[in-house]
């Protein structure tokens, strides 16, 4: 059993860099509050998204832990749409950039124009770009180049921006939901490991089960359409991210986690498959990323502090995005999935 410890854990947002302590451990009622809140947000996108619950709660996730997301999915599978109906659900002010290897840098942060006033005085003026939102999706954001991709970087981790030498405040809340397609490689550039490194989870999106593929059949080929209608605000998120900060979390859940990444790191690893496949690993981000994560899901599931089951339901999508295999890995058939597997059998194990 978990003893729910607080006064001593510091955590670290992912997304901007500032250390906080949380303070008075969260009441009862508000997680309540706050897991009904939630609930009336996936019941209203499971009407309209089909077979993809462990996606929709990985996201909601990640945006209560105030976390950016990589989506990747083969085409088809409604990652675009699902962004769309969050921002509507969650009433995120939205927008959207198609990302392709034209796209510049500008096209995203927005750029200076020069102008004249009726005066003849001449002074430049910034013009925001797609960036400045509450909820940007990059969609197939490996399609444009790192220079391009690059102008995310601050964005995400310190939620401004710099032009000309000025910083532009980003509103709050701030998420990026980015798409990738694993299928089509062409024409596509990697994300940097940095840029990887920011997003607080992977969420790997599968084809729906049969019983879900048909009630999307029957639902999108008819007269009627479901819109979504809001449910939270942008207001209401920030309150409950701040609220997520304050659950509390047990020394047993603050081990698994260190252990869990520690692991992972080739060269601290007691696992010898790591230590021989692992080129490197997740650094002091996920450790993070995580211990915002299973506060998250833990109140997405009504529940007062999380527990070690929390952290190997999110190790996956956590950890694997921030770990490379080395050729030695590549030729016996090691996957990053299977050694996760491991790191977090040997947690199973220790409990």
């Known amino acids: 059993m978990n003893t729910a410890r607080n006064n001593s854990i510091t955590s670290e947002n992912p997304t901007t860099g500032l250390a906080t302590i949380p303070s008075l451990p969260a009441s009862p009622a508000d997680i309540e509050r706050l897991s ?19 996606v929709v709660d990985e996201t909601f996730i990640t945006l209560l832990a105030g976390g950016h997301a990589l989506l990747i999915g083969v085409p088809g599978l409604a ?17 959207r950039v198609q990302f392709t290897p034209d796209l510049m840098p500008a096209d995203i942060l927005g750029s200076e124009v020069l102008e004249e006033s009726e005066t003849g005085t001449r002074s430049f003026r910034f013009i925001r770009g797609p960036v ?5 999706m990059a969609d197939e954001v490996n399609r444009a180049s790192p220079r391009t991709q690059s102008a995310l970087l601050q964005a995400m981790q310190e939620h401004r921006v710099s032009v000309a030498g000025q910083y532009h405040d980003l509103p709050q809340p701030f998420h990026v939901l980015a798409t990738q397609n694993p299928l089509e490689q062409e024409g596509t550039y990697p994300l940097p490991e940095a840029q990887l490194d920011r997003f607080l989870m992977q969420i790997d999106v599968p084809y729906p ?24 605000s942008g207001a209401e998120l920030l309150q409950a991210q701040r609220l997520v900060r304050r659950i509390p ?3 047993t859940v603050v081990e698994a986690i260190l252990t869990l990444v520690r692991n992972g790191r080739p060269d601290d690893s007691a696992i010898e498959a790591v230590r021989r496949h692992v ?8 450790s993070q990323a995580l211990m915002l994560a299973v506060r998250a899901r833990a109140v997405l ?28 890995a590549r030729a016996d058939g090691v996957t990053v999935p299977g050694i996760i597997e491991q790191l977090s059998a040997g947690i199973g194990a220790a409990r």
């Open 301 to 328: 599931e009504g529940r007062l502090a999380p527990s070690v089951d929390d952290v190997l339901a999110l190790a996956q999508p956590v950890l694997r995005h921030r770990m490379a295999l080395n050729f030695a």
């Open 279 to 286: 080129a490197w690993g997740p650094g002091p981000r996920a």
């Open 36 to 54: 009904v809140r939630i609930g009336a947000a996936r019941e209203r996108i499971g009407q309209i998204i089909f077979g993809q619950r462990p």
């Open 249 to 251: 979390v047990g020394e």
């Open 132 to 136: 400045f939102c509450q909820l940007l």
């Open 79 to 95: 990652k675009t749409r699902l962004v769309q109906i969050l921002g509507v659900v969650l009433g995120l002010d939205d927008k």
């Open 209 to 232: 089960d049969r019983m879900a593929e048909r009630r999307m059949l029957l639902a999108t080929t008819g007269i009627e359409d479901v819109a979504p209608e809001p449910v939270m």
